[in-house]
Each structure stands twice: as C-alpha cells, then as structure tokens.
C-alpha cells in the first residue's frame, strides 16, 4: 500500500484539499477512480501486528534462569531414579509456563480492538449518488456525508457544516463535543483544537456535515495511535527484574559452591563419583524449588483479594506491580472527574449562588435561598434547551449536549420540573445555535429565552433583572467580571436573557433577538472530581505516591480540577513554579529537559497521544515505577508503555481495557488506592516466603559442604533434603501467601525501584538462620552418632532440625517487624492448619516403616525430640530478639519488610 500524501489538511482551504486528493466535492469520486484507489492505498483497516507464534510464546516461558535451575533439579533426581519428586518439581515448571502462556495470549489483543473501533458503516457521495457502505471500503478523496449519531469511518477535513458537533473525548481528552466548522487554521493548531476536521472513531453528537477523507487504515490518527502501542516497550515488572537477578546469582552461587564441594572431596582423597553425589545433593538443597510455586499462588491470591475490591487483574505481576508504584499518572476525564457536566455557580440579580451536588443525578440545592432573578435564569436555562433528561437501569443519563444537560439538572435541584413547565410554557419556535451567531433562543408564547456566549449575549442586553425579577440599569462591567471570576475557576459559562414577545407572535428570527433584551444571569458549570477522587489523591500522597494529572482537556479547565483534588496545593509545588505544563510547551523540551520537568509539574494539559507515551517513559527513565490510568483510545498506548496500565471498566473503551494490566470496575480512581494496599501486601507476603525459605536451602548447602570438609558421611541425603524442601514450602511457607496486610501499610514510602529483593538487613537475618540451622542439624547430627547412634538415626534427627527449625521460624516470618503476638496466633488459620499437617507428615516420615524404607530414616527418642525442639526455639528466638533490636532504632512507619 503506498502512504496517503502526508499534509497539513487542517491548514489548507478546502478548495486546495480537493486539488490534492483530485476530488469532486459536488460529485465525489468516480466508481473506477475509487477501484484504482483502492488498489494503491488498499482497505480502510488497520494491519494487524504480526505477534509470536504459539510454539516459541510457549518456550520462553521457560527461558529464565530459576526455570533452569528447576529443569536441572528435576533431571537430576529423575537421574536418581527419585520419580515422584522428579515429576513435582517438573508439574510446578510446567503449570508456572501454561500461566505465562495463557496470559502473554491475551496481552496483545488491543490493536485488535482498535480495528473494531474503525469498523462501521458510512454515507459516501460517489459519481453525484449518495450511497451507503462499509467503512473499509473508503478511500482518500471520498466525500463522506455525516450526521447526528454516526460514528466518522475515516480522518476528514471538513467541507461544510450545520451545527456539527463531535465527541472526540477517547481521542483527544476534550470533555465536550467539539463545535466544528470548515474554515483553514493556522499551521501549529494541535490536535484537539483542529476544529475543521474529523478523526476516525469519534461520534457525531449533533447536526450535518461533509467532510473528504484525507487519511485511511494506519494513517488516521487512530492508526497512529496503534503504531504508538507498538512501539511501547513492554517493561518487566520490578518483581520480575528482581527475581531474575536473584535467580542468577542464586545459580552462580549453587554452582560455585558444589563445585568447591567436588574439589574439596577429591583433595581429601574422596572417590569422584561420591564427590559428585554431594554435589548433587548441595545443588538439590541449594535450590529454593517452591519459589515459582510461591509467587504465581501469592500473586493469584492477591487477584482474588483485589477483584472483591473492584480491581480485576488480566496479568498477574501487575499486582506485585501496583505495591512497588511510586508514581500515578491519570487522565482526567471520567477518571478523576465524573464525566459529566454540572452546575456548580449562578449570578443572578447582583448575587452569586452555589449549586451542590454532582452529575446529572438531580439531587443538591441552590444556596443561598433563590431570588426571582435566580429562579427565573434557572427557567430560561430549562426552557432554551435541546436535551433531555431520564431515569434509567439506576442512574441519570442526559440524551443531547452535556452543557444543556447540567442546564437541566441545575433548575431541577431548584425544583423547577421540566415537565410541568414544558407544559406551563409550550415553545412555539426556535432559533437553533450556530457557530457564527454562538446563542440559541425560543419563543414560550408571551416570553422569548435567549442563551450564549457571555459576549454574544451582553451585546443584545439594555438592561439586566434585578434580586426581585424587576429590570434594573445593566451592569454590564459587574456580569463581565463575574464571568471572568468563573472563568478563572474553570468553569464554562453562559449567559441566558429573556424579553416579552410580541402580541399574537408565533415565529422567532435573528432580528427578534439584535437588541431589548434583560438579562438574566449567567451560569458556570464543569465536570467535577469525583469526591472519592479527592480522598484517594490524599491517601496516595500519604502513602507517598506521587499523582500526576495527563489530559488533552484545556490547562485552565485542568488546573481547576486539579486544585479540588489537591494536586497543586503549596506543599507539593517548588517555588516559582506552577505546576502546569500544556502540550505545545512539553513539545519543545527535549528528553532530558523533560526528565527534569516531570519531576517538579502535576498537571499536563493539551497533551497529545504521542506525548503522554513520552510522559512515561521521562519518568521511567527517572527510576519511576509508574501506573498509567485512563480509559480514552489516546490513552491506550501510554497504558501500554506504563508498568501498570489501569483501564476504567464501565467508561473506558475496548482498546484501554485491552491495553491495560488492571481494569477498575466500578470506574472509580478511589479503588486504585485500595488495589496499591493489596499490591503492597502481595510483595511483603512475597519477600516474607522468600526469606522464610531461603535459610533451609542455604544451611542445607552448607552441612552438605560441613561434611565434606569435615571428611564425614552426608547429615542429609538427596532424597531427604527434596522431602524436606517440597513438604514445607506447600505445607508451610505457602500459607504466608494467605497472611492478611499488616496495619500501616499505607503509611510507608514506597520501595525504591533500585531497592533489592532481600535488603542488607533481611540477608543478615538468612544468615543468622541459615548458620543456626547448620549448628544445630550438623552438631546433633555428630552428636548423635559420637553416642551410638546409627546413621540412619543421626540423619533422621538434622533432617527433623531442618524442618521444625522452619516450623518455628515461620512464626518469625509472620512480620518482618512485629511479634506473632501482636499478629495474633490465630488470624492466619490456613498457616495454623499447615503447620499440624506438617507435623503430622514428619511423624510418618520418622516412625512409619514404608517412609523409614523409602527415605532411609529410623525412629528417634523423646530426648532427641527435646534437643531438635531446643535448637528451634532458639532460632525463633534469635530473630525475635533482632526484631525487637531492629524496631527500637527505627520510628513507626518507616519500616520496609
């Protein structure tokens, strides 16, 4: 397909638009034109990204360096002719890479959805006939015929207008239906302020309009946005970058070792193949096989956990994610605010009101007490309208413009019904709003209601109604600076008037409305924050998440919001700056002035597609793990790029949902907050497995290594060390993943991204485990056989050390600050329940004959018993005292696990 010609459409008159794409705007194209057309530019679809076959998708499941480690262990024990423990540790290989599998599966599924969003049908003029078809069909230079409702098939430039009005709010961020018309603008007019055209997948809100396709399939701005998504770097999540980095020095470190143990046995005079067999049952030991197991199930319970709170998750890291977010990006509209229009000041009669509540729902008031002047600007506000409003499957929906919508809304707060005044003041004509004339105004019998532009209003006013609805002299500087105090604030604001009709007059004209007229009031309306909203932006604060608004809405307009939620309070601002920063400003930073400026502005308004991806990625390039909301088309590829993409679920359209790793249900930006707590928590009770398991594996490794150098049989053989390994970390460390989230979670500051998995105190803590184990399991073990032990008997006892070592320690590892105590014994009853069917399978392992045959044990004594439990309560001892050590140093919520 060669590319459409590359022009500056809105720039040129539509004279020279139909030159270059050597169209007929009375005609349209001609049916062999549109077929050689269609053969060089092809179908108006976008191509669908070429993805990873099956096959390989599934075998980089299996390309990391613990999944090695695992394939080794399993291969070695299956050497051994261990068949049961080879084929558990290959299960928990082979169901961590089907997860993966299923999941990359769908990750890339969102520019499939940007192809629905094209796909639709169009009215086209070709060869002077108008006839409808499907979208795809369209090439440049076609003249497509728009109307109320229609979805635009295609990238236009505009040729004429009647009151065209078009929602590109999922392309462009703008909250309104864009008002549009034909004429040229200049060359550096951004996207959203490119009022001559019409861009793929937005919705004709009102009115008629022609417009010639200048860009199809992946040249339309939709298309680019695709190509955006594309380009997108998938990042690893922090837990996956961390866990890879463990893995490998993990193996290095087992490999190291059994190799120094092979070397150390040979020196000493040890036959080779009983040197190489200790080293079998070192790197067995060594190797953490529950890990892989671990995660997938703590982060599958922390989906769980998050779905009841309104937060589904489509890739399971993005809950680890969530916890390690040091930085929110949102997009304004329908995130943050409602996304729908409201009244929110009034000034009539030389007097301001305050209209509460929020959305088309009408419940609220207008305080103080209303005036003859007000009620009467809230009537006209009722009666100059086009929408409707209705009560539907629970909730308010205005059919029509949103601005007449909260007109609507504002007088029935007042108790004002529009039915019962529709019926008290039937119309009898109307002057339909136009973008040249900026007003629009009807006749109820006796009364004629104007409503506009502040401007275009005043200039048809001689004088103005006072608090008691008599006309008073016109206070035309008092209306002009209330308007401007509004404005200010954020607010859209229009002015309405009225004056008597004429006697016996049933027709309205231009000329009815040039002069005489009262007016009435003005009335400010915006789309609010969600009061939640206001409450989850102070909590994140808390937490100390920073949360940055992206919106293609206007600065003045963001900058309002964004002072309700409290993004731009003192506190958060550097001195002499503002925090804002808009589209055409961000356009001229290059990317190191833009990494230094994300770090100090809030709000970024007027912001292109291209612009939020490149948002991202400033602050990723500054250490930032960041979490992208929206639910905008023009979000979808900085959802993409983000470490966590969150996607709203009711507003939010197929291509955000689809590009994101978490979908909101509920729509509210308040359910981030609470996803973030369980994300915090899925990573403690995640770093809580991890040190929990890692001393049994380490002090497994070293009494393997003791021996050696000692010049003494094996404490522990192979087969004991895998029993070991794989019954606690089921029975024992999993249920650390149904550990409830400590209190004060929500007051840390986040980890670092630079932070390491262990820190230098949780590896000072595996030290002090590991060297404990490696006492007590190689001191009795000696012990025991210096008093006549056998060998079986000796083994039988280090290997019980080893796991009621763990058992106690588990306690310990409840909190990594805080006393099982304080927990409460019992509040984890799953960890409860693992712990006494793990005591009951380390009976049969040491007194029932078929496990004393298969694991070569022997029974053991009660005062044997008493020194295994002895050496446990010392380890929980010791990192009790640590903890308690650890805790006097440092103040309260400060502590990371």
């Given amino acids: 397909m060669e590319p459409i010609p590359n022009k500056p459409w809105h720039h040129l008159p539509t004279i020279e638009v139909a030159s270059l794409l050597e169209s007929d705007p009375e005609r349209g194209l001609e049916p062999e034109e549109v077929l050689r057309r269609q053969a060089r530019f092809g179908l108006n679809c976008l191509t669908q990204k070429k993805g990873r076959g099956p096959l390989l998708r599934l075998l980089l499941q299996f390309h990391q360096p613990l999944i090695y480690l695992l394939l080794v262990s399993s291969a070695i024990t299956a050497a051994l002719q261990e068949w049961v423990d080879a084929s558990v540790i290959l299960g928990v290989v082979l169901v961590n890479a089907g997860i993966g599998f299923i999941q990359e599966s769908k990750a890339e599924s969102a520019i499939a959805a940007l192809a629905k969003i094209v796909a639709t049908s169009a009215r086209v003029l070709r060869g002077g006939k108008k006839t409808s078809m499907a979208s795809e069909q369209l090439v440049p230079g076609d003249v497509v015929l728009l109307a109320e409702g229609d979805k635009v098939p295609a990238d236009l430039r505009l040729l004429h207008c009647r009151e065209l009005g078009i929602n590109e709010s999922s392309l462009t961020g703008e909250s309104l239906p864009v008002a549009k018309h034909a004429s040229p603008l200049t060359l550096d007019t951004l996207l959203a302020d490119r009022a001559n055209m019409a861009y793929a997948g937005a919705l004709v809100t009102s009115g008629h309009g022609v417009g010639m396709v200048v860009a199809i399939s992946d040249a339309t701005e939709t298309g680019r946005i695709s190509r955006l998504m594309e380009e997108a770097d998938v990042f690893s999540t922090p837990l996956t970058r961390k866990i890879e980095w463990f893995s490998k020095i993990l193996l290095y470190a087992i490999l190291g070792l059994a190799a120094f143990t092979f070397v150390i046995g040979l020196v000493r005079g040890e036959s080779a193949f009983d040197m190489f067999m200790a080293a079998v049952a070192l790197s067995v030991g060594a190797i953490p096989e529950g890990l892989p197991a671990a995660v997938t199930i703590t982060l599958a319970i922390g989906v769980s956990r998050m779905a009841r709170r309104r937060a589904i998750i489509r890739k399971l890291p993005a809950v680890e994610t969530l916890g390690s977010t040091t930085v929110i990006c949102s997009d304004k509209t329908g995130t943050l605010t409602q996304n729908q229009m409201t009244v929110q000041q009034i000034f009539a009669g030389n007097q301001d009101f305050t209209v509460s509540g929020v959305g088309y729902a009408p419940h609220g008031e207008v305080t103080p007490p209303l005036t003859s002047a007000a009620r009467e600007c809230l009537l006209a506000g009722l009666l100059c309208n086009e929408a409707s409003l209705e009560h539907k499957e629970g909730a308010w929906h205005v059919s029509g413009d949103p601005t007449e919508g909260a007109l609507i809304v504002a ?149 309002a919001v964004a002072r309700q939620i409290g993004l731009l309070h003192t506190g958060l601002l ?294 295994i439990l002895a050496v446990s309560m010392i380890i929980y001892s010791a990192i009790g005292m640590e903890k308690w050590l650890r805790r006097a140093k440092k103040p309260p919520h400060t502590h990371q696990p």
């Avoid at 002015?495 to 002069?515: F, I, R, V, Y």
């Avoid at 979808?636 to 679920?649: C, N, R, S, Y």
């Fill in 411 to 559: 007088a029935m707060k007042a108790g004002l019904e529009p039915e019962s005044n529709h019926e008290l003041y039937p119309r009898l004509d109307t002057v339909p709003f136009e973008s040249r004339h900026q007003y629009m105004a009807t006749l109820h019998g006796e009364i004629i209601y104007l409503k506009g532009a502040v401007e275009k209003v005043l200039d048809r006013c001689s004088s103005m109604s006072g608090p008691d609805g008599q006309p008073i002299s016109l206070d035309h500087e008092g209306i002009s600076q209330a308007a401007i105090h509004m404005a200010e604030q954020g607010l859209r604001v229009l002015a309405l008037a009225s004056k008597p009709a004429a006697s016996g007059q049933t027709a309205l004209h231009h000329d009815d409305l040039a002069a005489d007229m009262i007016f009435l009031g003005l009335q400010g309306m915006m789309d609010p924050p969600r009061p939640e909203a206001v409450r989850a932006v102070k909590a994140c604060h808390r937490a100390g998440i920073a949360v940055k608004m992206i919106t293609g809405d206007h600065a003045v307009t963001a900058a």
């Fill in 574 to 867: 550097q001195e002499g700056q503002t925090g804002i920063l808009n589209g055409r400003e961000l356009a001229q930073l290059d990317d190191a002035d833009l990494a230094q400026a994300v770090r100090y502005t809030h709000v970024f308004a007027r912001v292109e597609p291209e612009q939020k991806l490149r948002l991202v990625r400033a602050l990723q390039a500054n250490g930032e793990v960041v979490a992208m909301t929206g639910d905008g088309v023009n979000d979808a590829p900085a959802l993409k790029q983000a470490d966590i993409g969150v996607a709203m679920g009711i507003t939010g359209t197929e291509v955000a949902r689809e590009a994101a790793d978490m979908v909101l249900t509920d729509d509210n930006f308040a359910s981030i907050e609470a996803a973030v707590e369980e994300g915090r928590g899925v990573f403690d009770n995640l770093t809580k497995f991890i040190v929990w398991t890692l001393p049994t594996n380490f002090g497994e490794g070293l009494v393997i290594t003791a021996a050696i150098i000692a010049g003494v049989a094996l404490p522990i053989l192979p087969v004991q060390i895998l029993w070991i390994n794989m019954t606690t970390a089921v029975l024992l460390g999993l249920m650390l993943s149904f550990e409830p989230i400590e209190k004060g979670i929500m007051h840390r500051t986040p980890r670092t991204p630079s932070t390491p998995l262990l820190t230098p105190a949780l590896m000072g803590r595996i030290a002090i485990v590991s060297t404990l184990l490696l006492a007590g399991a190689f001191g009795l073990f000696i012990w025991e056989l210096e008093h006549g032990a056998s060998l079986e008997y000796a083994r039988t006892v280090a290997a019980n050390v080893f796991v009621c070592g763990e058992l106690f320690y588990l306690f310990n590892c409840r909190s990594m600050t805080e006393s099982m105590f304080k927990l409460g014994v019992f509040s984890n009853h799953w960890l409860v329940s693992g712990v006494a069917l793990m005591a009951f399978l380390q009976l049969l392992f040491t007194y029932l004959p078929v496990m004393n045959e298969w694991f070569r044990t022997a029974p053991i004594d009660i005062w044997s018993w008493g020194r």
